[in-house]
C-alpha cells in the first residue's frame, strides 16, 4: 500500500522596497497571531538584526537551534533545515529568501531550503526586499550603484500563494533611520547619504509598487478567467487601438499611446482582425511597420480571425479587460454610411462599459474599395437570394409587360434577373429563380397564353436554353464566391500562421508565445499541451485519465488535465496533444490548429535541446580546461621543473668539486625555478577554484600600504616597481589574501612585457564616487583594444607574448578574484604605448553600506 505524498506547504513572502522597513516584523506578527489560534508555529531562522522590537517578538515562540559550519578556517551557522524537518511543524518563519548559504550546505541558496519545506507540507512565511528580484538586478544596480549578488528567481516568488507588501515612505524610513532603529549608531550618517537616500527609495518603493501591482493584475485575470467573466472591470487602464491594416493605423496608434501616457501604469494593445470573408487588402507592409510602432510605444501586437470585425474586436478587448478603444473613423462613402452602420458606429453602439474613440485621419470618408464580396454560401445569403427570386422576378416581368417589351427583351430581363438571384444567394436560390422565370415567360408570353403548354418548338428550344444557361451561371457564380472565400481564409490563416513564426523567430518566449497565440486566434478560454507519459497504456480510458498525462504548458484560464477536458483536442505527435478549452472548431480551423500543434511541438524539441546543451556547457567548459591544464603540466611546468632538478643534480655529482661562489649560483637558480613552479601550481589551483565556485572570501576594512609590500615582495620587485599611493587614500573593503593574489598577477604581467629601461609603475587614487583605483601601468607592446575581452580568458597569450614563460592564467585569474570581492578589472592603452589594468574597489563606507543589504 502506497501512501500519497504530503499536499505542498503555501508560501507567504513579505516584499519590501528596502531594508528597514517592517518585514520581519510583520512575519513574526502573523506567526504569533496563527500561534495564537492554536497553529503549530516555530521559527527557523530570523535576522534581528539587533533591533529590540523585532527581537521582543521573538518570546514565547519555539525557535529551532541554528547549525554550526565550519568554512576556511571561520565559524558560521545556518538554518537546520534537518531539524525543522523532523520537527513537522505546521508553520515555519524563515527570514531572508535571497540569503546564499555557507558553502557545504546541503543547498545553495536558501529559497532552496524553502522548496523543501514546501514539499514536505510546511508552511513558509518568509521575507525579501525588491532588489533581489533576479529581474530587476540590473535596474536596481543603476538606480543605487550597488551591485546585487544575491538574487531570487521571479518564478520562485510569482509562486508564492501570497505576496504582501510591507510599504513605508522614504521620509519615515529615513526617520525611523535617524531614530536607531533600523543600523547602529555608527553606520546612520553613511547609509542616509548613501543607499538611504530619498531618490534611491522613492524609486525602489516604485518598483515594489509596481510588482506587486503586476502580481495581483495577473491574479485578477486567473479570476476572471475561473469565472467565466466578460464584462470589463476597470481595475486598470487598457486601451486596445484596433489596426485595419491602412495607412491611417500610424496615427491611431500615436494617439492610443498619448492616451495610454496620461495614465501612469497603462497598458496599450493593438489588434488587427484578419477576415475569413475576403477582407485581403489589408497592406502588409503598413502591418508590419505598425507593429514595430507599437513596441517601441511599450505596446504589445496581436493579431486574431474573425469573420464579424466588430464582434472580433469587442471579444479581443473585454478577454483582456480592456477599458478603452480606439479607431479610425470610418472611410466609407456616404451610401454605405446611410445604407448600413460602419465598424466604428456598431462598436460604440455594443461597447457597454469600454470607452470608444473615434480618431478621424487623412483618409477619413475616402472609400475603401469599390465593391466587397459578402459572405460567401451562408444561410443567410441564401434566404435573402431565394426572397429576391420570389419578389423580383414577378416584379420584372410585370415592369416589362407594363411597357409592352417583346420576348428577347423579356428574356433578357429576367435573365439578368437570375443572375442578380446567384450573385446574392448561389446555385440554390438561382436555380429556383431560373425555374420560375422559365415558368413565368410560358404563362404569359409564350402562346397559348395563360397556359403552361408550348405551341411552338421554337419557343420551347427558348426557353430550355434561357434555364440551361441560367441554371450553368449560377452554377459558375456559386463556384467562383467559393473559391474567393476559400483564398481569402487561405491568405488569413497564413497571416495569422506567419504572425507567430515570426513571433518565435524574434526571440519570445517560443513555447508560451506560441500557445496565447493559438488562445488569441481561436477565442479561446485556455490552451494547454499534454505530454502522455512513457508508461502510459494506449486503451479507451486514455483521453479522460489526468493521471496519464503531464501539462508541458498552459495559456489562459484553468488548464486541462487531459485531453477529454477540452472542447478540441489536436494530436502533435504520438505523445504530445494540443488541448483548446471554449468552443468547437469547424474543419478550417482544425487545419490551422493542426498546424500550431505541430509547431508546438517542434518549438518544445527546441527548448528541451537547449536546456540540455546548457547542461553540456559546463562539462565542455570543464573538459577544455582539464585539456588545459595537461597541456600546462606537460610543457609550462617541465621548464622551471627541470631547471630546479639540473641544479640540485649538478650540486649531488660528486665527481665534479664547485666553488662556493657556484654552489650558491646553482641554488639561487634552483631557488628562482621552484618559485616560479610554485607561482604557476599556485594560480592552477586558484583558477580550479574559481571554476569550481568554491573560492573562499573574506571581506575586511584594509589599508592598501599593508598588500601592495607584500605582493612586490613576492614577486622580489620592491626595486623595479615605481609605487606611489595618495597618502590621504581611504581605507578600502576587499581580502587582502586575494588582492595580494590579484596585485601580484597584475605586476607579474607588467614585468613580463616591460623593457628593461622602462619600469612598471603603480599608483592608486580615490575616485569622488568613493571608489579606489589601482592603476598597475607598463610600457611594453600593449594590445589591441579589439582583444581586451580576450585577453582575461585562461591560457590565453595575445600579440608577440613569448611563450616559454607562464601558461596565460595570470590575468584570467586575476579578473576572477577581483569579481569574488566585488570589484573589477578594466584594460586600457598606455600614453606612449603599453597597457593600463586598473583595478576598481569600493571604499571601505560604501563597501561597508553594501555588505549590509
Known amino acids: 500500500m502506497t501512501t500519497k505524498p504530503p499536499v505542498r506547504g503555501r508560501l507567504r513572502i513579505y516584499l519590501g522596497a528596502a531594508p528597514g522597513v517592517g518585514k520581519t516584523y510583520k512575519a513574526l506578527e502573523e506567526a504569533r497571531r496563527r500561534a495564537g489560534r492554536g497553529t503549530d508555529v516555530v521559527l527557523g531562522l530570523v535576522e534581528t538584526h539587533g533591533r529590540e522590537h523585532t527581537a521582543a517578538l521573538l518570546d514565547d ?92 528567481p521571479d518564478a520562485v516568488v510569482r509562486a508564492a500563494e501570497q505576496v ?157 479587460n480592456a477599458t478603452q478603444l480606439v479607431l479610425g473613423a470610418s472611410r466609407r462613402g456616404p451610401i454605405s454610411s446611410r445604407l448600413s452602420a460602419g465598424v466604428g458606429a456598431t462598436i460604440s453602439v455594443r461597447s457597454d462599459a469600454i ?12 472609400s475603401r474599395r469599390s465593391w466587397r464580396t459578402p459572405p460567401a ?20 416581368l410585370a415592369a416589362a409587360l407594363a411597357v409592352g417589351l417583346p420576348l428577347a427583351a423579356t428574356i433578357v430581363l429576367l435573365f439578368g434577373a437570375v443572375i442578380t438571384v446567384a450573385l446574392i444567394g448561389g446555385l440554390y436560390p438561382a ?16 402562346p397559348p397564353k395563360h397556359s403552361l403548354a408550348v405551341g411552338d418548338r421554337g419557343n420551347l428550344l427558348a426557353l430550355v436554353i434561357f434555364l440551361v444557361v441560367a441554371v450553368a451561371v449560377s452554377a459558375t457564380v456559386e463556384m467562383a464566391a467559393r473559391r474567393t472565400a476559400e483564398a481569402a481564409r487561405a491568405h488569413a490563416e497564413s497571416d ?30 485556455a490552451v494547454t499541451l499534454l505530454e502522455r507519459h512513457e508508461d502510459s497504456v494506449d486503451d479507451p480510458d486514455l483521453r479522460r485519465d489526468p493521471d496519464r498525462w503531464r501539462i508541458v504548458a498552459t495559456t489562459g484560464g484553468e488548464p486541462c488535465t487531459a485531453p477529454a477536458c477540452g472542447d478540441v483536442e489536436v494530436p502533435a505527435d504520438d505523445r504530445l496533444t494540443l488541448v483548446l478549452r471554449g468552443r468547437r472548431l469547424d474543419a478550417a480551423d482544425q487545419r490551422v490548429a493542426a498546424a500550431f500543434a505541430v509547431q508546438a511541438a517542434v518549438a518544445l524539441r527546441q527548448q528541451r535541446l537547449a ?109 623595479t616597481v615605481t609605487a ?37 609603475s603603480i599608483f592608486a587614487t580615490a575616485a569622488a564616487d568613493g571608489a579606489v583605483r589601482i592603476h598597475v601601468i607598463d610600457h611594453g607592446p600593449g594590445i589591441d583594444p579589439m582583444d581586451y575581452d580576450r585577453v582575461f580568458l585562461p591560457f590565453q597569450r595575445l600579440g608577440d607574448r613569448h611563450n616559454g614563460n607562464g601558461v596565460g592564467l595570470g590575468l584570467a585569474l586575476a579578473r576572477g578574484l577581483a569579481e569574488a570581492m566585488g570589484a573589477t578589472i578594466t584594460p586600457e592603452a598606455t600614453p606612449g604605448g603599453g597597457l593600463t589594468m586598473t583595478v576598481i574597489l569600493e571604499g571601505a563606507p560604501q563597501a561597508s553600506e553594501a555588505a549590509i543589504w
Open 61 to 152: 515562540l519555539e525557535l529551532i537551534p541554528r547549525k554550526t559550519l565550519w568554512y576556511k578556517g571561520f565559524e558560521f551557522t545556518e538554518m537546520d533545515i534537518d531539524a525543522i524537518l523532523v520537527r513537522r511543524p505546521a508553520v515555519v518563519v524563515v527570514d531572508e529568501l535571497a540569503h546564499t548559504n555557507v558553502p557545504g550546505s546541503r543547498n545553495r541558496k536558501r529559497w532552496q531550503d524553502i522548496d523543501e519545506l514546501l514539499a514536505a507540507g510546511i508552511t513558509v512565511l518568509s521575507t525579501l526586499n525588491i532588489q533581489h528580484l533576479e529581474s530587476l538586478n540590473d535596474v536596481i544596480t543603476g538606480i543605487t550603484g550597488v551591485v546585487q549578488r544575491e538574487t531570487v
Open 164 to 320: 504582501e507588501l510591507v510599504d513605508m515612505t522614504a521620509e519615515a524610513l529615513r526617520r525611523r533611520l535617524e531614530h536607531g532603529n533600523v543600523y547602529p549608531a555608527a553606520k546612520i550618517d553613511a547609509s542616509l547619504h548613501n543607499y538611504f537616500r530619498t531618490g534611491n527609495l522613492t524609486a525602489l518603493r516604485e518598483l515594489a509598487l509596481l510588482w506587486v501591482a503586476d502580481q495581483v493584475d495577473d491574479q485578477l485575470d486567473a479570476y476572471r478567467a475561473e469565472h467565466n467573466i466578460t464584462r470589463t472591470w476597470e481595475a486598470r487602464e487598457r486601451i486596445v487601438v484596433a489596426l485595419t491594416g491602412g495607412p491611417e493605423g500610424d496615427t491611431i496608434v500615436r494617439r492610443a499611446a498619448r492616451i495610454a501616457g496620461r495614465t501612469t501604469g497603462a497598458d496599450l494593445l493593438a489588434v488587427h482582425v484578419t477576415r475569413s470573408d475576403g477582407l485581403v487588402d489589408a497592406g502588409p507592409d503598413h502591418l508590419a511597420r505598425q507593429r514595430r510602432l507599437v513596441e517601441e510605444l511599450g505596446g504589445s501586437y496581436h493579431q486574431v480571425i474573425g469573420n464579424d470585425i466588430p464582434t472580433a474586436i469587442l471579444d479581443f478587448a473585454r478577454g483582456v
Open 355 to 366: 470607452d470608444v474613440h473615434l480618431v478621424p485621419h487623412e483618409a477619413t470618408r475616402t
Open 377 to 396: 454560401l451562408s444561410m443567410r445569403r441564401r434566404l435573402i437570394g431565394l426572397a429576391t427570386a420570389l419578389a423580383g422576378l414577378p416584379a420584372v
Open 431 to 446: 436555380a429556383v429563380a431560373a425555374l420560375g422565370g422559365f415558368a413565368l415567360l410560358d404563362y404569359y408570353l409564350i
Open 496 to 525: 495569422t500562421l506567419s504572425t507567430v513564426a515570426g513571433s518565435v523567430l524574434r526571440g519570445d518566449a517560443a513555447l508560451p508565445a506560441l500557445l496565447e497565440r493559438v488562445r488569441e486566434t481561436f477565442g479561446m478560454q
Open 611 to 719: 536546456e540540455q546543451a546548457a547542461a553540456v556547457a559546463p562539462l565542455t567548459e570543464t573538459d577544455r580546461m582539464r585539456t588545459a591544464l595537461l597541456a600546462a603540466v606537460g610543457h609550462d611546468l617541465r621548464t622551471p621543473l627541470a631547471g630546479a632538478m639540473a641544479a640540485v643534480t649538478s650540486m649531488q655529482d660528486t665527481s665534479v668539486e664547485f666553488s662556493p661562489e657556484d654552489r650558491a649560483q646553482l641554488l639561487d637558480a634552483a631557488g628562482e625555478s621552484l618559485t616560479r613552479l610554485d607561482r604557476l601550481v599556485t594560480n592552477l589551483l586558484d583558477m580550479s577554484r574559481l571554476q569550481a565556485g568554491v573560492i573562499g572570501v573574506h571581506l575586511e576594512e584594509l589599508a592598501l600600504e599593508e598588500v601592495l609590500p607584500r605582493a612586490l615582495d613576492d614577486l622580489d620587485a620592491t626595486d
Open 724 to 760: 606611489a599611493i595618495d597618502p590621504e587614500l581611504p581605507l578600502i573593503r576587499a581580502d587582502s589574501v586575494l588582492l595580494e593574489r590579484v596585485l601580484v598577477n597584475l605586476v607579474a604581467n607588467a614585468l613580463r612585457y616591460s623593457p628593461a629601461d622602462r619600469h612598471p
